[in-house]
């Protein structure tokens, strides 16, 4: 006789991982849905929303709880905490799911893991949520949107309340999966052809050619278009640097933080199998990505290397057409993604990530011959690692903006793009927060 599974154990693992051990949400997640994978898939999309919508609204949900437990969250114990955490996110944000059965469930779950005797207590404070829901109010924004102060500070101050507000609701909206074409692969007809063949539910963008947004599937490798390389999940606001990139054949490419490769492959295949595109990154284990990648879309115009971005690589010296510096930074960009780096980023550490940002521009603009081109870019949002960095990189190395207006078609437009440089903020723009600037070496 076989056991039936659990949902929501397996998501009271994730979720203990996550936030008990400090694992990444996303890794955790997935090694969790590839476990589980002969799950159908409304349950392993369940097991997904409860895990990604109790991480994202955490300071929510701990400011909901504290505001009907006498023991406070920080006093309770892990399991008790985190069953009472994705209890209240169903409660607030799962309407399908009947509050009756949410406290239910909290209860068995409990009992499960041999806290019988705190059900009582994981029941009355479910249930008195349950009960007030619908009078709620929230303090401040950082509470409103699950977002640390000092993140919605910096923000306020650099974008003003409005924008700010627009980026942090942005943030707890689910969005479909975004895929990036290899263009020169196969045609984007015969591509969402071939995805809606598999029953995808595919969305084109105006914004971008390259760009499909996938729904209704059931897991990625076993996409036909996936498996023979013709797209590669990648944000739009990643895929805009290659067109700013605009490489022409024959070039030669440094990609000097290159993982896990949809950059350098988007590159690549822009090439049309001319040139050479070399992804580096610091490991094996980021380059065995990388490489995994290459296989997939079969490009032969492009090779990994393990290489530290920090260490000066003398046989490259001036002799690449584009440096691709994508490098290391506090992620704020990606939070609709990757919801956990705003818990785990501080102020301090933007302030170190710049920093390292700085020591690896001074090593990699070395590799960019006389009329080649250094596109520097991040997946965040904050001024010390952006604009700050176009700023004090001008001043110090010679290298001149490059205009980048109609580079990424006409609805994706800024004031900035004279200058060589764009930040693209999520809710503002249809992508995740992203910034590029184009620098053109004397």
Sequence with gaps: MTKTVDTREIILDVLLEILEKDGFSHVILRQALKKYQYLDKTERAF?????????EYLLQIDYVIN???????KKMKPVIRTILRMSVYQLLYMDRVPDSAVCNEAVKLAEKRKFTGLKGFVNGVLRNISRNKENLTFPDDSVKYSMP?????????????????????SFLKTSKTSVRCNLHKASREEIINSLRKQGVEVSETQYSQSILYLDQYDHMEGLEAFQKGLIQVQDMSSSFVGEIADPVEGDFVVDVCGAPGGKSIHIADKLLGTGMVEVRDVSDQKTAMIE?????????????????ALVLDESIIEKADIVLADLPCSGLGILGRKPDIKYRMTEDKTKELAELQRQMLSVVQSYVKPGGKLIYSTCTIDKKENE???????????????????????HITSD???????QLLPGV???DGFFIASFKKR
């Design 47 to 55: 097991i997904s929303r409860i895990a990604d919508g109790t991480v």
């Design 67 to 73: 505001s009907f437990s006498k023991i406070k969250v």
């Design 429 to 431: 723009h249809p992508c």
């Design 388 to 410: 700050d960095q176009v700023e004090w990189f001008l001043e110090n190395f010679p290298f001149d903006p490059v205009n980048i207006e109609g580079k990424l078609g006409e």
């Design 416 to 422: 900035t793009m004279k200058q060589g440089y764009i």
């Design 149 to 169: 102060d000092w993140i919605v500070s910096m923000w306020q101050k650099s974008y003003g309340k409005e924008t700010a507000a627009v980026m942090m609701e």
């Design 292 to 308: 995994e990648n290459i296989a997939r879309c079969g490009f032969e115009n492009i090779r990994t290397k393990v290489h530290d």
